[in-house]
């Protein structure tokens, strides 16, 4: 019997260490909430003028592209087009960091005359809020590739240099937490710089000693001293909007630093944003860069400097203007599905329901949880298995209806024992009420006599 008893001991233990580990290694907690999704048109034009009388020869363009970036944005390129002078290309060019181009060469430009290029992209973003559990953390692994690349120095960001180290030292103090460490990081560079344009990239070190920048010295010094404090960070560069319809000349820069388990986390130092980024952000090019941080980069071998320009349009469209419109009415219909669910919570918390009903409202926030985590799973498969995220965006649909009607089941069953704790009391009063009256009654008639 003993034996028995711990062979099946043996077994429960075998099975919770499995499980331990099955969960321990999946991706099945919430990394980031989906607060919003956007489906829209991104134009970009780029016009490069010969105001000269002698031609221009031997021309190079190269145009980063919006790209997938699981998590934050997908980009469909629709099409591309190239008109003025002779030209060959496009040539796309696809490298390990992450980063693609387009490539025109032997460009020739007449004499007042221009080379005009316009990429046309579909756009399914989000605004993504990451909920960083300290529990969850773990080291990174510094013989990682990964962990090499992001923590060593480049151009402009000198994480190396003694005055950036010390600097990142004096920042985080004792502080072990690399998410904390990141957040003091961040706290000082929006402290420490004051946001002024500048003609030209300046880099970290410059940012530090000057204490002024625009977003491109603001994300070259968090970088920097998130690599000397030993956490991996990267650059984001591309094109961003205040509005979800517009048209910018400039492009934008923000930063990325990575926890374990958790992915790159988005910071936009300049724009007050930390563990979180809206769907206005539109990356195109990321550490470490074949080319200088760029929209695009135009050389020659034959004839003077050209004028150059670019022009950014974000459009909103209809769901059904993207190739994969069931997936996009999908989620999106579940993503706000979960704000009166969370509202309906909200309320009965207020109202008592937590201390009522402390089970229910539990098993509520248990489904939105659930839903959320489907959100983002439906989300992080698009790109390799659009029929996986499907099912993810409806099963996260089917679980925030679910929560919704378990949500006002709450707020009504509340209400309710409000309304009989009141009737009670109101009947209570009305009974006190007529034997005070029929006390007082007696107590004149007998005065009466």
């Known amino acids: ?183 003091l990081i961040y706290n000082f560079v929006v402290e420490h710089l004051k946001y002024e344009v500048q003609k030209e990239e300046k880099g970290a070190l410059w940012a530090l000693e000057n204490g002024v920048g625009d977003c491109s010295e603001y994300s070259y010094l968090f970088v920097a001293l998130c690599r000397a404090a030993g956490i991996p960070a990267r650059i984001q560069a591309g094109f961003a909007f205040h509005h979800d319809s517009g048209v910018v000349e400039d492009g934008h820069m923000w930063a990325e630093y990575y926890l374990e388990d958790y992915g790159w986390i988005p910071v936009d130092a300049a724009w007050r944003m930390f563990g979180q980024i809206d769907h206005r952000h539109l990356s195109s090019i990321q550490s470490i860069p074949e080319i200088p941080y760029a929209n695009y980069l135009f050389n020659q071998t034959a004839g003077k400097k050209p004028k150059d320009k670019q022009s950014v349009r974000l459009s909103p469209m209809s769901v059904g203007g993207f190739p994969d419109g069931q997936f996009v009415e999908a989620i999106s219909q579940a993503v706000q599905r979960i704000k009166p669910v969370e509202l309906g919570v909200l309320l009965g918390k207020i109202l008592g329901g937590k201390i009522l009903f402390p089970s229910e409202v539990e098993a509520v926030e248990l489904k939105v949880l659930e839903s959320k985590i489907c959100i983002q799973r439906a989300v992080d498969s698009w790109e390799t298995g659009s029929k996986t995220a499907l099912n993810e965006a409806f099963k996260a649909l089917d679980k925030a209806d679910e929560a919704l009607k378990c949500a006002w089941i709450v707020v009504v069953k509340t209400f309710i024992l409000y309304i009989g704790i009141s009737l009670i009391l109101a009947a209570i009063f009305v009974s006190l009420v007529r034997r005070c009256s029929r006390s007082l009654q007696q107590h004149n008639s007998y005065n009466v006599q």
């Open 1 to 183: 019997m003993k034996s028995q008893l711990l062979a099946v001991a043996v077994a429960l233990a075998v099975a919770c260490l499995i499980l331990q580990l099955v969960f321990s290694s999946s991706n099945d907690f919430l990394k980031y909430e989906v607060e919003g999704v956007f489906v829209g048109e991104l134009k970009h034009t780029i016009q490069i003028t010969n105001p000269w009388q002698t031609p221009i020869r031997g021309g190079k363009l190269i145009v980063p592209l919006v790209k997938n970036q699981t998590g934050r944005h997908y980009a469909v390129l629709r099409s591309v087009s190239a008109s003025g002078g002779m030209f060959h290309g496009p040539t796309l060019l696809n490298y390990d960091s992450g980063n693609i181009y387009l490539y025109w060469s032997d460009i020739t430009i007449n004499p007042e005359a221009a080379f005009n290029v316009e990429l046309t992209y579909l756009i399914l973003s989000f605004s993504v809020k990451y909920t960083i559990n300290a529990s969850r953390l773990v080291e990174y692994n510094v013989e990682s590739e990964l962990y090499k690349r992001y923590t060593q120095p480049e151009q402009l960001i000198e994480s190396d240099n003694p005055k950036i180290v010390n600097a990142a030292r004096e920042i985080v103090g004792g502080e072990a937490n690399s998410h904390v460490k990141a957040l």
